[in-house]
């Protein structure tokens, strides 16, 4: 009897199925890739670097909701009635998103049950993540944050990775991500580095006993 085998949703997976039918384009650090308000026509795919989701009030006030890296799909709202875009979403540093019409991906879940079984899996594990986003934003000190931010951007956590990971990301955008002042994220930083769980010097190196820090704090 053959063995059973754990189908997951791979970006070589989700390229091939959809062929030729998308372009891809470099992001610079801040660029937006769809604003608030865009009509929602497509699904987005980022092939390398990070992308912010951050949703803008009729106040002025500007929340960061979202986080995606390496291998995340966003910009699913498109494939329900037709609407616009909810948030904005901006390139946290150089990054390259793959686009992908609506149509498209409409007929391949149609036509693939497979695909579209492990396409929704996929989305419901975004869904659980978002919701600890969220959590992490109510009930975690603005160091915790930072620290999960980090880890989130390193992507320890969610695979083998080396001792240490780089990002190019600037206090700036960090400080928006967890939604705290730029003055507090150097205190913060400062205090990792001191404890040997970054090494701040121009570039940022994260150390994987951040992970540690953060689950015993």
Known sequence: ??????????????????????????????????SQGDAADAMFYVEAGNVKLTVLSK????????????????????LGTPSLRMSTATAVHLSTITRVKKATIVRII??????????????????VRIEEDLLDQLFNSSEKRLARTLLLLARFGTRSKPHSAILK????????????????VSFFMNRFR???LIDYNGSLRVHRELLTFLLHE
């Open 110 to 127: 149609h036509k693939d049950p497979v695909f579209a079984r492990l396409f929704i899996t996929h989305l419901l594990s975004r869904v």
């Open 1 to 34: 009897m053959p063995s059973k085998r754990t189908l997951t949703l791979n970006a070589r997976m989700f390229l091939k199925r959809i062929g030729s039918h998308k372009t891809s384009r470099e992001y610079r650090n801040n660029e937006v890739i769809f």
């Open 169 to 184: 990301v600037s206090q700036g955008t960090l400080a928006e991500m967890i939604g705290t002042t730029r003055p507090r």
């Open 194 to 196: 001191k404890l040997g």
């Open 59 to 78: 106040r002025g006030k500007k929340a960061v909701i979202a986080i995606f890296r390496q291998g995340d799909f966003f910009g699913e709202g498109c």
